[in-house]
Nanobody
Framework: VQLQASGGGLVQAGGRLSCAAS????????IGWFRQAPGKEREFVAG????????QYADSVKGRFTVSRDFARNTVYLQMNSLKLEDTAVYYC????????????????WGQGTLVTVSS
């Protein structure tokens, strides 16, 4: 599956990222969001299993970020609220078959990153 992430930029309170998928169907896929801040390792942010909408979140974003899917648009969204300076990073979406994983190495397909810069 080919993925394309978009929606980054300079944000203050909140914003929404999109991950558009090119596959005819995502019914067997899980889509994850990861981020990488300068000088840090890539980390899991959130994930969603397309077939039933089951989600998983990193503790650092739980209650602030929401991942969702749009069947008609074959797109996964990451709604980011109550942003903090430490949320500044390049955000990536990634796909793998079947289940969500918090390990980036488990994902086969990656979109290009989109930079989110949180301003105070």
């Amino acid at each position: 599956v080919q993925l394309q992430a978009s929606g980054g930029g300079l944000v203050q309170a909140g914003g929404r990222l999109s991950c558009a998928a090119s596959a005819p169907t995502l019914k067997n896929y899980a889509i994850g969001w990861f981020r990488q801040a300068p000088g840090k390792e890539r980390e899991f942010v959130a994930g969603i299993r397309w077939s039933d909408g089951i989600t998983q979140y990193a503790d650092s974003v739980k209650g602030r970020f929401t991942v969702s899917r749009d069947f008609a648009r074959n797109t996964v969204y990451l709604q980011m609220n109550s942003l903090k300076l430490e949320d500044t990073a390049v955000y990536y979406c990634a796909g793998r078959l079947w289940t969500i994983s918090i390990r980036s190495a488990d994902f086969d397909s990656w979109g290009q990153g989109t930079l989110v810069t949180v301003s105070s």
